[in-house]
């Protein structure tokens, strides 16, 4: 049995309800690369993979199955591809695609939770929206130099709320690109309250990334940290286990210091 090292940490029902899961992951590079593949060796039975993006050399060093091989093919056709390696049982289908307007309802059908690796504002909040009105529960990942997760569901407030984002109320089809990047940078804002990140990136860099004069870094420890962190609550919220919350964690991987989201340091910050 392909599953079988998981039992006695899970019992064969726990497993078998695992199978009968469907998560959708919308954004399969770094993070949900490596969120899609932890989820599919744990046993989930169906997995929904959305991504338009093809791989590149530059991305080798962090996203899972990118190489020299697989340089021009869409990340999602490799993908099946390796997963029914893993699984040939594995319900699986592919979008090649970017999340819109047009595909969220077809991309949610069916879906018990949400699995966002994308890091396009606009994107990300027509999915994590329209989710949210299904009560579908989304698990994310802050833009941070440090691992992190979080959890919206039904009952707890969206990111845009929690944080004040400048998008809030703002009917999907009005989102302009400026408003979009206004909101990222209150969102890094966030993210960089947390721990010493300018002893890891300078603050000019930052500002280079988020005015797009430079693409962002990323590398593998904290992708594929932040993407096992996305798919352990995806099996917390499965099997009816305690999760993380909207806040989130951020974990930091030079010190192995694990801290809450915390919104009132960061309001006192930029006060």
């Given amino acids: 049995m392909i599953f079988s090292r998981n039992l006695g940490l899970i019992s064969e029902e726990e497993q078998a309800t695992l199978q009968g899961k469907t998560i959708l992951v919308a954004g399969v ?121 979080f959890v919206m569901d039904s009952t707890s407030p969206h990111w845009e709320e929690f944080l004040d984002l400048p998008t809030k109320n703002i009917p999907l089809e009005n989102l302009t690109d ?34 797009e004069k430079r693409p962002r870094p990323s590398m593998a420890p904290v992708v594929w940290l932040s993407g096992v962190l996305m798919a352990n609550e995806v099996f917390k919220i499965a099997l009816g286990l305690p999760h993380v919350g909207h806040r989130g964690i951020f974990y930091n991987q030079y010190d192995h210091q694990l801290i809450d989201g915390n919104i009132s340091v960061f309001k006192k910050k930029i006060a």
Wanted: hydrophobic share 45%; net charge negative; proline share 2%.
């Fill in 29 to 149: 590079g770094g993070m949900g690369g490596v969120a899609a593949e932890v989820l599919v060796r744990m046993g989930i039975g169906h997995i929904v993979l959305c991504d338009f993006d093809i791989y590149e050399e530059v991305n080798s060093n962090r996203q899972i199955h990118c190489h020299r091989e697989n340089y021009g093919k869409f990340k999602v056709d490799v993908l099946k591809n390796e997963f029914l390696k893993i699984n040939p049982n594995l319900k699986i289908e592919i979008y090649r695609e970017e999340v819109s307007l047009l595909n969220v309802e077809q991309l949610l059908n069916g879906v018990d939770v949400v699995v966002n690796g994308m890091d396009k504002m606009k994107a990300s909040l027509i999915l994590e929206r329209t989710a949210r009105q299904k009560k579908i529960t989304i698990v994310d990942a802050w833009l941070t130099p440090y691992a992190s997760v």
């Fill in 178 to 211: 400026e408003i979009c990047q206004l909101a990222v940078k209150k969102e890094v804002q966030f993210t960089l309250s947390h721990f010493q990140p300018f002893s890891i990136i300078k603050k000019e860099f930052v500002d280079d990334i988020l005015n």
